[in-house]
């Protein structure tokens, strides 16, 4: 089963990204053994910015009451509206997601299982069963 969606255009004239695009990573060690693979979930644009509004809005939405509070408005308001903007931040930066992530622990070849890890090169997995933490790189063919 093949989870490519991505269709390459690199000569043509870059498209924005409307949709939300899953790839097969494979990854590999330090010292370049093959460690497992993960599918990589790359966002789209309008995705992500469902994604950040949806973390904001409540602190938006708590915002509003707050304007009717005597005094405490001052500071309440702005803050309310600043925490929204920070978490619809992390989204709006349009980080790659690990997802189903599979890979094999070097050192006591336990299998190990991840998903949802924001996009990080390496990325760094720890080991649940002896502790030793794989940094992993994205192979490219
Ligand atoms: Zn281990």
């Given at each position: 089963?093949?989870?490519?969606?991505?269709q390459?255009?690199?000569?043509?004239?870059?498209?924005?990204?409307?949709?939300t695009?899953?790839?097969?990573?494979?990854?590999?060690?330090?010292?370049?053994q093959?460690?497992?693979?993960?599918?990589?979930?790359?966002?789209?644009?309008?995705?992500?910015?469902?994604?950040?509004?949806?973390?904001?809005?409540?602190?938006?939405?708590?915002?509003?009451?707050?304007?009717?509070?005597?005094?405490?408005?001052?500071?309440?308001?702005?803050?309310?509206?600043?925490?929204?903007?920070?978490?619809g931040?992390?989204?709006?930066?349009?980080?790659?997601?690990?997802?189903?992530?599979?890979?094999t622990?070097?050192r006591?070849?336990?299998?190990?299982?991840?998903?949802?890890?924001?996009?990080?090169?390496?990325?760094?997995?720890?080991?649940?069963?002896?502790?030793?933490?794989?940094?992993?790189?994205?192979?490219?063919?």
């Amino acid at each position: 089963m093949s989870h490519v969606i991505l269709q390459g255009s690199s000569d043509e004239e870059q498209t924005p990204n409307m949709e939300t695009t899953i790839e097969t990573i494979k990854f590999k060690l330090d010292d370049d053994q093959f460690a497992g693979e993960a599918l990589k979930e790359i966002p789209s644009r309008s995705e992500l910015r469902k994604k950040g509004l949806r973390a904001a809005m409540p602190f938006w939405l708590a915002a509003i009451p707050c304007i009717f509070i005597p005094l405490l408005h001052y500071l309440l308001v702005p803050v309310l509206l600043a925490i929204g903007f920070l978490q619809g931040r992390s989204f709006w930066k349009g980080k790659a997601l690990y997802k189903s992530g599979k890979v094999t622990c070097p050192r006591c070849k336990k299998g190990l299982e991840f998903n949802d890890l924001p996009f990080e090169s390496p990325l760094k997995v720890l080991c649940s069963s002896c502790g030793y933490q794989l940094r992993l790189y994205e192979l490219t063919p």
